[in-house]
């Protein structure tokens, strides 16, 4: 059973930084073919994607909305992932999520568009906050 915990939200600045991480179990195997992606849901919206890697050789999907500010990668050693926010506007204020999914093109794809996507596994959530 595959299981995804977030952790490392928080409040920041305007145009600071934060590091979300997803620790993933039941996904071991490196050729596993699953797709790990954020999303997240600000108050009153709608769920949108964020960021997408694959599982298996690491691809990286973005939504225009972060690109250029943000960075997902994969801690084989750590079964791992996360997320590098930088340049922080008070826009990217939302509860993040990570979701594991088998459908890696569909999922990965569907993020770029921003849109939300009905994944197999979700994560509880982690809330970020850019305020001053």
């Known amino acids: 059973q595959v299981h995804l915990v977030e952790s490392g939200g928080g409040l920041v600045q305007p145009g600071g930084s934060l590091r979300l991480s997803c620790a993933v179990s039941?996904?071991?195997?490196?050729?596993?073919?699953?797709?790990i992606g954020w999303f997240r849901q600000a108050p009153g919206k709608e769920r949108e994607g964020v960021s997408c890697?694959?599982?298996?050789?690491?691809?990286?999907f973005y939504a225009d909305s972060v690109k250029g500010r943000f960075t997902i990668s994969k801690d084989n050693a750590k079964n791992t992932v996360s997320l590098q926010m930088n340049s922080l506007k008070s826009e990217d204020t939302a509860v993040y999520y990570c979701?594991?999914?088998?459908?890696?093109?569909?999922?990965?794809?569907?993020?770029?568009?921003?849109?939300?996507?009905?994944?197999?596994?979700w994560g509880r959530g982690t809330q970020v906050t850019v305020s001053s």
């Open positions: 039941g996904i071991t195997s490196t050729s596993s073919y699953y797709a």
């Open positions: 979701a594991a999914d088998r459908h890696v093109q569909t999922m990965c794809i569907t993020i770029t568009y921003g849109d939300s996507y009905e994944a197999e596994h």
């Open positions: 890697i694959s599982w298996s050789d690491s691809r990286t």
